[in-house]
């Protein structure tokens, strides 16, 4: 698939891009090569390819989920200015 000047100029009207007249016929050249490789990856026959998460075969260590600290509400609770049935009560600051 080609691009013409019109189109270069249309995509970067669209895009909110100025390209200079001399610029435009490199960008054309590049976006004409990057469809052409598009193009050619999508002759590639991928019937037999499974699909990949991830391009390693890279297994992920995990570890067991234990607790490690214990936390102690009654005692966070005691610095708080007021506390009851364990909520923190704070002031009104929103009428």
């Known amino acids: ?9 249309k ?9 200079s007249r001399t610029e435009a016929e490199g960008v054309m050249s590049r976006i004409t090569d990057i469809l052409a490789l598009i193009d050619q990856m999508q002759t590639v026959n991928t019937d037999d390819i499974e699909p990949l998460a991830h391009p390693l075969d890279a297994l992920q260590r995990l570890r067991a989920d234990e607790v490690t600290e214990v936390i102690h509400y009654d005692d966070l609770q005691s610095l708080a200015p007021e506390a009851r049935d364990g909520l923190y009560l704070v002031p009104k600051v929103i009428e």
């Open 1 to 9: 698939m080609a691009l013409d000047k019109s189109e270069v100029e």
């Open 11 to 19: 995509i970067a009207h669209l895009a909110r891009l100025h390209i």
